[in-house]
């Protein structure tokens, strides 16, 4: 089976983080989930906090991935975000108004896995949300197949689509089945 890989990489300011859900949901429309789906919203909210956690704890710059199985097969939707830092997850625990300690204890509530695997000299932390019943066009992502670039003020940002193998997670530390 054959998956198809998007990624973008993030930089290491906070603001990327409404940039990664911007593209995030342009990529979820591309291959076929609607915009107004509860599977796109909860995906935007994963990817929303995994991004922020990278960002705000390591305080460098991070890589989004989003891969999809085969449009015509209702499958999974994993996202993952990679950073330098090989400190694993902590999940904290916030009490009453605390304004922050949330994110892992909301991945964990939306998706339906979650975990860490040692990626390079650092870590990616992943979830999968599963599609359900979620109708995908068959061909829907084909216009996503091949490699872009995003034009804009930083060069150095660059998204690169690709297909790649399937995903073997034996070496991934997995949180929820």
């Avoid at 870590?123 to 999968?128: F, H, L, T, V």
Wanted: net charge negative.
């Amino acid at each position: 089976m054959q998956v198809l890989q998007v990624q973008l990489e993030v930089g290491p300011d906070p603001a990327e983080v409404g940039r990664a859900r911007r593209w995030a949901r342009s990529r979820l429309v591309g291959c076929g989930i609607g915009v107004d789906e509860p599977l796109t919203e909860t995906l935007i909210l994963l990817i929303s906090e995994l991004v922020t956690n990278a960002v705000v704890h390591t305080g460098c710059p991070a890589v989004l991935r989003m891969l999809f199985g085969p449009p015509d097969v209702a499958g999974t939707v994993r996202v993952e975000v990679a950073d330098i830092s090989a400190c694993p997850p902590r999940p904290r625990h916030a009490e009453g108004e605390d304004t922050n300690g949330r994110g892992l204890e909301l991945v964990d509530g939306l998706a339906d896995r979650w975990g860490w695997q040692p990626e390079g000299h650092g870590k990616s932390i992943w979830c999968e949300v599963d599609r359900g019943g979620c109708e995908i066009a068959p061909g829907a992502c084909e216009a996503d197949r091949g490699a872009c670039e995003i034009t804009g003020s930083a060069p150095e940002r660059r998204e690169v689509i690709r297909e790649t193998a399937a995903y073997d997670p034996s070496h991934a530390v997995t949180y929820r089945v």
